[in-house]
């Protein structure tokens, strides 16, 4: 596991440490934190079977900070979003963008348009997700006839998020914001695989968070990247079986062969990556990131 300090970012506190992203609030004059921005770093980190990694991936933060701004233009006529600037400090050029503080809904607000991990263990149990119920006959990797509000709950670090029935969201939220919520999460991801699907990529699954700012809900967090999202290349989707990853597939394949000597069920920290697992998976971030957009990292 990577036990290192937080980066010491010039004119910002350190707030809060996620297992791949981190928070800082900006310094005013007399040295205060304030408290209507945030700074959210994304960092090289790669987490996997629940595991931070060691080994970090070259540019991964840069180019899903990227990634997640070039959607938050392409949504913006969906739902408004929580960016304020991408004028940041040199140490994290490019990887971090400086936000609007809102209050944040206590509801991770999950959409899938294809069906697996948590969601078809759900549907195999009771041919239900999400208290929803779906055709029979549907398998591992099955696109659903349209995507699926499944919520859940905002679980602390390290632990797995818990289901939350659509009523429990009402109860939480209310019942208008939980309606509000939970269209635009499916609207995103619906329109996140319209762009996608031309492009190579189906986004099976995505994760996003709203705050409000006074009564406006407002898209914050990261959106529709590989981090929040499962990102699947689309001319490998065979329902049936657990589809290969676009980003993560080289770091399972080589966690789970002989070569790297772990044992996933062992509950010990994964190995270090070789140089080629690093490398092979730094270049589909970017591969997504230019498919996606068109746009040549840098
Ligand atoms: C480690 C990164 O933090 C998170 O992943 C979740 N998180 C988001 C906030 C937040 N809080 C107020 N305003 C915002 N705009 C945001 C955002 N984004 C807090 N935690």
New binding site residues.
Partial sequence: MTSSQPLTVPGYAHV???KV???YAPLDDSGTPRNDQ?L?VASDRLSAYDFVLDTPIPDKGAVLTQLSLWWFERLEDLVPN?VVSTDVPDVVAGRAVL????A?LPVECVARAYLTGGGLNEYLADGHVSGIALPEGLVDGSRLPEPVFTPSTKAPMGEHDQPMPYAAVEAEIGAPLASRVRDLTTAILARGNEIAAERGILIADTKV?F?LDGDDVVL??EVLTPDSSRFWPADLWEPGHPQPSYDKQFVREWLTSSASGWDKASGEAPPDLPEDVIAQTRAKYVEAYERLTGRTFS
């Avoid at 936000?99 to 809102?102: D, G, S």
């Fill in positions: 809060y440490s996620g992203r981190d928070l945030l959210l929580h936000v609007k503080r809102l944040m968070e705050g914050a967090d």
